[in-house]
């Protein structure tokens, strides 16, 4: 992460996690392309006798570095982080990732959609030591004790500033019934609070019947099976004679790339291109729907700076075949698939093996996808404004308004 991320993380959470497994089959067509790097990683100078420097480099460090504290093994894991790093985008410098087997456990149990946490997103501000709650989940242990905007200056005493991310993540993880204490700072006060954590399941959709013929459809993570979860709520609305759908995807990270892929296809006919991707081994290769009846709603789609990775690709395919208007701010940026391998000590290792994009060719890596109508709204603003029930919220959000008013015109 750069010195003063923007990118929201989920507290015992990356839900910009993507599993390259796919759970049922898609058709591929393959291209002949060169490969263009999305960001330097090449080494712009000469560097002879790698390996013999490394070793040297090594010995010397543990002959005569002041503590005697560094290890091997401290010295190897930095070794595996700088080179994850040199492979990450610049913007994004912890994308690729290793894993303890304990804490890859954890991602797993998150991309089901079950935590065991405090439930809470937030924004990491490394220099100054701090992190900013930008979400409270519903039903987690953290509605009671926090709220979007209350900074955590501390956990169980302990100072932030100068921490990593993963870092900060690894004091907060525990095991479920055990408690962490938060020193925060709300307005003026500053005060200490003291949350158990727990298991809860996250809300990754929620469908509200805005109006008789208006439905709103809020994905806010793609977990494991919420498209057999939104086919079948789907399936109701148009029964029951809903013709347009306002799909929120702020504040949506991504997820489980399959599953994004799914929803996709929900409403794109055979042989419709869904997504491209480029690897090294199979080249090109287009994702194609093998839907012979997908849903044919009028559709508004909902981006903000936070729509991220697997729900650019729900945008990117809406926008490209304009199956739907998309509305709000530009998207994060996230282009890029990575793969997760299990290592011979049981540790897994994540880094980029794809880049991805839309059905027209367009990358959206680093500069987002830019909706059909813009509508600003800052980030305090949006945040009260999801705390809302939704029909509440409906009178109140602008880009709610604007996409409703789209599809009524």
Do not use: C
Request: charged share 25%; no cysteine.
């Amino acid at each position: 992460m750069n010195t003063k991320s923007k990118f929201p993380v989920m507290v015992f959470l990356s839900f910009v996690f993507l599993l390259f497994t796919f759970l049922r089959p898609w058709s591929f067509a393959q291209e002949k392309i060169t490969f263009r790097p999305l960001f330097p990683v090449r080494l712009d100078h000469e560097f002879p006798e790698e390996e013999e420097t490394f070793e040297e480099i090594k010995n010397l460090i543990l002959k005569y570095y002041y503590s005697d504290d560094i290890t091997r093994e401290a010295l190897y894991w930095a070794a595996i982080q700088g080179m994850l790093r040199q492979i990450s985008p610049p913007d994004h410098p912890e994308l690729s990732k290793i894993w303890t087997a304990e804490e890859y456990g954890r991602v797993l149990q998150s991309l089901k959609g079950v935590l065991v946490a405090i439930g809470m997103k937030s924004t990491f501000d490394q220099q100054e030591g701090s992190l900013t709650v930008t979400e409270v989940l519903p039903g987690s242990p953290a509605e009671e004790y926090l709220k979007p905007l209350d900074r955590i200056l501390r956990i169980d005493s302990l100072p932030l500033k100068g921490k990593s991310l993963r870092s900060v993540n690894r004091i907060l993880e525990g095991e479920e019934g055990t408690e962490v204490t938060l020193t925060v700072n709300r307005d003026i006060e500053v005060f200490d609070v003291t949350i158990k954590r727990r298991k809860f399941e996250t809300q990754a959709l929620i469908i509200t019947r805005l109006t008789d013929s208006i439905a709103l459809v809020e994905i806010r993570s793609f977990t494991a099976n919420v498209s057999g979860k939104l086919e079948a709520e789907l399936e109701k609305l148009k029964n029951d004679g809903f013709r347009g759908l306002i799909v929120d995807l702020r504040n949506n990270l991504g997820g489980v790339f399959s599953e994004s892929l799914r929803v996709t296809e929900l409403f794109f006919h055979e042989k419709e291109i869904l997504l491209r991707t480029l690897q090294r081994e199979t080249g090109l290769q287009n994702y194609v729907s093998g839907n012979k009846h997908p849903f044919t709603f009028d559709m508004a789609v909902l981006v903000n700076s936070q729509t991220a990775s697997s729900a650019e690709i729900l945008a990117g395919a809406f926008q490209d075949h304009q199956k739907a208007v998309i509305v709000g701010t530009r998207t994060f940026g996230k282009a890029v698939i990575e793969k997760t391998h299990k290592l011979e000590n049981d540790f897994r290792v994540k880094f980029i093996t794809a880049a991805m994009y839309s059905p027209k060719g367009r990358t959206w890596q680093g500069k987002g996808i830019t909706p059909d109508f813009l509508v600003e709204q800052d980030e305090k603003t949006l945040t009260a404004l999801l705390k809302m029930h939704p029909k509440k919220r409906f009178a109140k959000d602008v880009a709610m308004i604007t996409a409703y008013k789209l599809l009524t015109r």
